[in-house]
């Protein structure tokens, strides 16, 4: 940080290229409510046998004990936590519950084409491009490093965004992935 500050102090030389410093752009908003298999665990504060980690299964729901079976689906963790909370008033006097999001499986994205080892990775909230390259061992020789196709959903309709992965790798660009997300790198043209 000193560096740049002293940077920021030294006035541009005539004939030198002038330092740029670009603020870096937020990620987008991602709904990371849980979904079919998804993991995460659940602390209630003073009753260890209640405390455990949970999966979310294919119809949506946890057992949980006392209450029975909860629908998680479509939830956020402090919406989950509310939810048991408010059940779990009819066993325990001022229940303090806490829920944790360890294991995201429900959100995916594929990587294709020439890419070490393409496949299907675990979309993290605030996933960049080169974060999920990176997952798969990064670019093959052969990838077609300015051509890097995103395949999008939105709205029930795809489109295809093309990113210049190189200018990824210089620092000058930073592109966030979103769940459902197609990567593919072609192989370059000779």
């Not at 003073?46 to 949980?64: H, Q």
């Not at 990064?138 to 210049?164: D, F, H, I, Y």
Request: glycine residues 8%; neutral net charge; contains cysteine.
């Amino acid at each position: 940080m000193a560096l740049l500050i002293g940077l920021w102090a030294v006035p541009a030389c005539p004939g030198q290229p002038a330092i740029v410093v670009r603020e870096a752009t937020p990620p987008p908003h991602v709904d990371m409510s849980l979904g079919p298999d998804d993991v995460f665990e659940v602390r209630v504060y003073g009753e260890a046998e209640l405390t455990g980690i949970y999966r979310v299964s294919a119809d949506g729901t946890i057992d949980f004990p006392l209450i029975g079976r909860q629908l998680v689906r479509g939830q956020t963790t402090a919406q989950v936590s509310d939810a048991l909370t408010e059940r779990l008033k009819a066993f325990l006097k001022q229940p303090q519950v806490t829920v944790f999001l360890k294991e995201v499986h429900s959100k995916k994205v594929v990587l294709i084409g020439q890419v070490r080892s393409p496949g299907t990775i675990n979309f993290v909230e605030g996933m960049t491009l080169e974060q999920a390259i990176s997952m798969v061992g990064g670019l093959s020789p052969m990838a077609a490093r300015e051509r890097v196709r995103v395949t999008r959903v939105q709205g029930g309709k795809a489109e295809t965004l093309v990113v210049n992965f190189k200018a990824i790798s210089d620092g000058k660009l930073t592109f966030f992935l979103q769940p459902g997300d197609t990567v593919s790198v072609d192989e370059r043209l000779f």
